[in-house]
């Protein structure tokens, strides 16, 4: 199962193929000895059936079986044991995870601390003390494993607690170089964590994508330094989807590095004062989500026209012309609710006529 | 023998009683005319001498002398002929004058007899009124535009020896002509917004801009529509009262500009092309003419190319459009010019024109973006309200669909429009276009979210102080198109849309 399952995702087919494909496990002898006749499925696209009619079993587990013992990889299918359960409510969850590492995983408690790669004393020293704070507390730090504020609180979690890292490429990779015996720390005592197959570079597209497990494996977000541009900017947007906690690092507002923190403090996420605070909250917050169910609680409220629109402009960038065609509501309603997007920080305006959603 | 008959000439826009002195006396034969008057004037004694003797009368071989008083002002125009010609026949006396009331003449003498129509007729019958004159012939050209006068005798006249004969035997009825008052009014002349493929929300600008009186700015590449949504604004507006009627009826009639669709009520629309000069555009000229904006008074003064206009020219334009009226000053005397206008400026983004198409590529460099916007100076966007940009449709072979129809947005801004005139009928202004300072605050009442809502645009959408002044009269326009008597957070979100492009091309924020 698994290795047809890696080979799957080696080849690009989509995810949703690959849970329908994982949900019908029992089935799956048949579906090997029989391609033929899954191939009459609605249920999968073309290039999966091509997939499956491509694989070969001993050559790919053979290789499979040498990547997987050169990295000391190990592989984790959703819906299956040891698949982390918030995962499950990211957008499109990985049907397949490739782990490396001694660490916990799925970790009991985690939380994500994000932020640029330039970082300035101020943020290395604030995410220091968050960081190992937290660990100490038994909380697993993931972060992205990139540099700058991800290195710093991947270090410091290794001091006294644990760390996971998610990668935007195969787990073969060691992205960025300069973080190479750091790749070694987590493996020994945390965790390494991928979506990808083996053999993925580092594309730029990953990063973002992968953003979605960074905030889903979390219950907190802290999100220490960044420019309103900063791509960690796009995790804490995920976690709004999901529901998380999301916390911000207050910095000098004539600080460039603390705009993004700053802006979403104003917004309505809560400064970073002091580790204590987010221990507190973190304990009753966790009883209280455990009654309430992982629904999506976005930070600001939004009217049903306002999630209408939000929806239509996130698919896609939209003209004020082209919302009113797809949504087929009254243009003034249209303006108001784009004026009041706006102001929430949720969308703006690229170019001249097209709204685009932030980050 | 002296005579002595009345009509009038025109000071800027407004007509002032002028009386036509005629002596005829023994001595040498001549014909002169004194009084300030003008070439045109002068010309006279040669159409008025033909036209006497080719309607059957003979032109007095005597000593003429004609003074135009008061003999200080200084006249010109050729409907002096009409009552020169009189002055000489009853001097002569070819012609009885009746004395029963106050008689008026109007109209330029033709070789073969005839009178004919002339420039300004109206605001000269308007002022003959007032100085106290009963009857007024006029010429049948003119006797249309005249109508509306009440309590005033107008008597159509086709030409001379007709007007004698009549004249002189009262029991034949004048000539009648009969112009059907219930006339449908002709919107489809005009066009319909529904003409317009997609456009929406520039259409639904338009109707803010048509409800408030708000001057719009807009933006877009060619061929996108502008001119055709400018060209439509009339169908949108209320119909002209007889007061404002009557007022771009003395301007249009001073200008010899054609008055049917004043006469139906219909907003004028005045589209100067970009190479106008300051004269055209705001009036002047040797004798003193009305220009582009006084034409524009009560409807729609639409500048296309808005930053090809040269930059002085646009300037002018900011004493009228806050002032609604402009003083031309001479150093004789200064006459002054209704212009109470919406404008509706259009431009494209860019030199090019193709600057934010989704089609087509910009080739403007930066430079020449920022010097094609920087035509417009801060201080005339500060007096544009609704700032739009219009975004390039495609041709589809599917009729496109039927989008809201002039007549539909016709019906909300009257009551739009109906809402204003009861808010503010102590006031001196009559349109939330005029809104300011303290009466801004007095009829724009805030909620507490709605100030709080303000302050985050001023502060996340970079809107500028002086912009949230315009925007809260755009709001109070919409909540108007609402009926809605308290300003909701809504509208303000539906203006500060209208108003944030300016901050976007201009950067506007302080």
Not at chain 1, 18 to 23: P, S
């Given at each position: 199962?698994?290795?047809?399952?890696?080979?799957?995702?080696?080849?690009?087919?989509?995810?949703?193929?690959?849970?329908?494909?994982?949900?019908?496990?029992?089935?799956?002898?048949?579906?090997?000895?029989?391609?033929?006749?899954?191939?009459?499925?609605?249920?999968?696209?073309?290039?999966?059936?091509?997939?499956?009619?491509?694989?070969?079993?001993?050559?790919?587990?053979?290789?499979?079986d040498r990547q997987m013992r050169e990295n000391k990889t190990r592989i984790v299918l959703w819906n299956e044991p040891g698949y982390p359960e918030s995962l499950y409510e990211v957008d499109d969850p990985p049907p397949i995870l490739y782990l490396r590492g001694k660490g916990e995983f799925p970790p009991l408690r985690a939380m994500a601390i994000v932020g640029s790669r330039h970082t300035t004393v101020y943020g290395k020293r604030a995410t220091e003390r968050f960081a190992l704070a937290l660990s100490s507390e038994f909380i697993t730090i993931v972060s992205g494993f990139a540099e700058g504020v991800d290195t710093i609180a991947h270090r410091s979690a290794l001091k006294h607690g644990e760390t996971i890292a998610v990668l935007g490429c195969g787990i073969d990779w060691i992205y960025p170089k300069s973080n190479e015996s750091l790749y070694h720390e987590i493996s020994n005592r945390?965790?390494?964590?991928?979506?990808?197959?083996?053999?993925?570079?580092?594309?730029?597209?990953?990063?973002?994508?992968?953003?979605?497990?960074?905030?889903?494996?979390?219950?907190?977000?802290?999100?220490?330094?960044?420019?309103?541009?900063?791509?960690?900017?796009?995790?804490?947007?995920?976690?709004?989807?999901?529901?998380?906690?999301i916390y911000a690092l207050p910095g000098d507002i004539d600080r460039k590095s603390s705009e993004g923190p700053n802006q979403l403090i104003f917004d309505g996420a809560e400064p970073l004062l002091d580790p204590e605070q987010i221990l507190a909250k973190g304990n009753r917050k966790s009883t209280v989500s455990e009654a309430t169910t992982g629904k999506t609680a976005k930070l600001v409220s939004l009217s049903s026209l306002e999630n209408l629109i939000y929806e239509l402009v996130a698919a896609e960038p939209c003209s004020v012309q082209q919302l009113q065609d797809l949504s087929n509501q009254s243009i003034h309603d249209i303006v108001s609710v784009l004026t009041s997007l706006e102001l929430k920080s949720l969308i703006h305006r690229q170019g001249n006529q097209f709204y685009r959603t932030r980050r | 023998m002296l005579t002595i008959v009345q009509t009038c000439t025109l000071l800027g826009i407004d007509g002032v009683l002028i009386r036509v002195e005629v002596n005829l006396s023994n001595g040498l034969p001549g014909f002169s005319i004194v009084g300030l008057a003008d070439p045109s004037i002068k010309e006279a004694k040669e159409r008025v001498r033909v036209c006497i003797q080719n309607?059957?009368?003979?032109?007095?071989?005597?000593?003429?002398?004609?003074?135009?008083?008061?003999?200080?002002?200084?006249?010109?125009?050729?409907?002096?002929?009409?009552?020169?010609?009189?002055?000489?026949?009853?001097?002569?006396?070819?012609?009885?004058?009746?004395?029963?009331?106050?008689?008026?003449?109007?109209?330029?003498?033709?070789?073969?007899?005839?009178?004919?129509?002339?420039?300004?007729?109206?605001?000269?019958v308007l002022a003959l009124k007032t100085a106290g004159i009963q009857r007024i012939f006029l010429s049948e050209d003119n006797w249309s535009e005249c109508l509306m006068v009440r309590d005033i005798e107008l008597i159509p006249v086709k030409n001379l020896s007709e007007f004698v004969a009549?004249?002189?035997d009262r029991r034949k009825p004048a000539p009648q002509f009969s112009i059907d008052k219930t006339e449908k009014i002709h919107y489809s002349v005009l066009g319909d917004f529904s003409d317009i493929q997609g456009q929406s929300e520039?259409?639904?600008?338009?109707?803010?801009?048509?409800?408030?009186?708000?001057?719009?700015?807009?933006?877009?590449?060619?061929?996108?529509?502008?001119?055709?949504?400018?060209?439509?604004?009339?169908?949108?507006?209320p119909l002209l009262t007889a007061e404002e009627q009557i007022a771009a009826m003395k301007i249009h009639s001073v200008a010899g500009m054609p008055l049917e669709s004043i006469i139906q009520g219909l907003p004028p629309v005045r589209m100067p092309h970009h190479t106008i000069t300051k004269a055209a555009l705001v009036g002047g000229g040797n004798r003193v003419m009305p220009g582009e904006i006084s034409l524009a008074h009560h409807g729609i003064l639409f500048l296309d190319e808005l930053p090809e206009f040269d930059r002085h020219t646009l300037e002018l334009l900011r004493e009228p459009i806050e002032e609604h009226r402009i003083r031309i000053a001479r150093s004789a005397r200064s006459i002054e010019f209704p212009s109470d206008f919406i404008l509706i400026?259009?431009?494209?983004?860019?030199?090019c024109g193709n600057y934010g198409s989704k089609y087509h590529t910009c080739t403007?460099?930066?430079?020449?973006?920022?010097r094609y916007l920087d035509h417009i100076s801060g201080p005339f966007r500060d007096r544009l309200d609704l700032f739009i940009e219009m975004e390039e449709q495609l041709y589809t072979y599917e009729p496109f669909k039927k989008t809201i129809t002039s007549e539909e947005l016709r019906a909300s801004t009257l009551l739009a429009r109906q809402c204003q005139l009861n808010r503010y009928h102590t006031e001196s202004f009559n349109s939330n276009a005029e809104l300011s300072g303290g009466e801004l605050s007095k009829y724009c009442q805030l909620s507490h979210d709605s100030k709080r809502l303000l302050q985050q645009a001023n502060r996340r959408l970079r809107i500028s102080l002086r912009s949230i002044v315009r925007i809260q009269r755009i709001a109070r326009t919409i909540a108007d198109l609402d009926q809605e008597d308290q300003i909701k957070e809504a509208h303000l979100l539906e203006a500060i849309h209208y108003k944030q492009n300016s901050t976007r091309y201009w950067g506007d924020g302080e």
């Open positions: 199962m698994k290795p047809f399952i890696a080979w799957l995702r080696a080849e690009r087919c989509p995810y949703e193929d690959l849970r329908f494909l994982i949900q019908h496990k029992n089935s799956l002898e048949a579906i090997l000895s029989a391609p033929e006749q899954w191939q009459l499925s609605d249920s999968l696209s073309k290039k999966t059936k091509q997939a499956i009619r491509d694989y070969r079993p001993k050559p790919f587990e053979n290789q499979l945390g965790t390494l964590v991928t979506e990808f197959p083996f053999g993925e570079k580092p594309w730029g597209y990953n990063f973002p994508f992968r953003n979605r497990l960074i905030s889903g494996l979390s219950e907190a977000i802290l999100f220490m330094e960044g420019t309103h541009k900063s791509g960690a900017l796009s995790t804490v947007n995920h976690g709004l989807k999901q529901g998380k906690e | 309607s059957g009368f003979s032109f007095p071989a005597k000593k003429i002398v004609v003074n135009l008083a008061p003999a200080m002002i200084k006249k010109s125009g050729t409907h002096f002929d009409f009552s020169i010609a009189v002055g000489i026949l009853i001097a002569a006396e070819q012609m009885e004058k009746a004395s029963s009331c106050e008689e008026a003449f109007l109209g330029e003498c033709s070789l073969n007899g005839d009178i004919r129509g002339i420039r300004g007729c109206l605001p000269m009549h004249y002189h520039a259409i639904r600008a338009m109707q803010i801009a048509a409800a408030g009186r708000h001057n719009a700015l807009l933006i877009g590449g060619p061929g996108v529509g502008k001119t055709m949504i400018a060209k439509r604004m009339p169908t949108i507006m400026a259009a431009m494209n983004p860019c030199p403007c460099s930066r430079r020449e973006r920022k």
